[in-house]
């Protein structure tokens, strides 16, 4: 018996997505990127932009190399607090002798390095519970990149429906106004059931 060989054809991506990141992959390093949103929408598109947060997903370097500074730059208050009182806790708790400051030493590296790789998780977690909402997700080799690539598809969007809305609502208002009841003057005579009057 001789084996039949079957070509088999390349898989389709499944979507432009797909397609984009394994085109970007080829060129070089993707970085994903989370986008959020504030909870107060301005009423301009441009000005809702620029108030858009992107949180990169992954390592974070400048959170290993100065997390302190990290926590104050991106307002996370109540981690910046729990940050300190765990070094103060641990400084506390293993004294001052010599083998008690290089066991705090390995074991701050320790923290350091499991916080840089959580504090952007850290970071989204903070913005949802200050009311920001996830609105997307943008990748790129850089920051840049990602957020042209997140504005070209986001900005027309955002100016199309805000282009719909006023039209909506001009509409919304008129079958309001169409289906209210009409109002009774006051010398039209009310009908009585009992002793109330009809609604």
Do not use: H
Request: charged share 25%; aromatic share 10%.
């Amino acid at each position: 018996m001789s084996a039949r060989v079957v070509a088999c054809r390349r898989p389709r991506a499944s979507s432009k997505a797909d397609a984009l990141v394994r085109s970007r992959q080829r060129a070089g390093a993707v970085t994903v990127y989370s986008v959020y949103e504030p909870p107060a929408k301005a009423p301009e598109v441009l000005t809702r932009a620029e108030a858009l947060a992107f949180v990169k997903e992954g390592f974070s370097w400048p959170a290993l190399l100065v997390p302190g500074l990290w926590l104050l730059f991106q307002r996370m208050w109540l981690e910046l607090v729990l940050f300190v009182v765990l070094f103060v806790v641990l400084g506390w708790l293993l004294g001052q002798s010599d083998q008690g400051k290089a066991l705090l030493s390995w074991i701050s590296l320790g923290i350091v390095v499991l916080f840089a790789a959580e504090a952007n998780d850290l970071r989204r977690a903070a913005l949802e519970r200050r009311g920001w909402r996830q609105i997307g997700v943008a990748m790129g080799q850089g920051l840049d990149a990602a957020e042209l690539s997140f504005f070209r598809s986001w900005l027309p969007e955002q100016e199309r429906s805000s282009r719909d809305r006023p039209v909506a609502s001009r509409q919304t208002e008129a079958l309001r106004q169409t289906e209210a009841p009409p109002r009774k003057t006051s010398g039209e005579s009310e009908e009585v059931i009992g002793l109330f009057p009809q609604p």
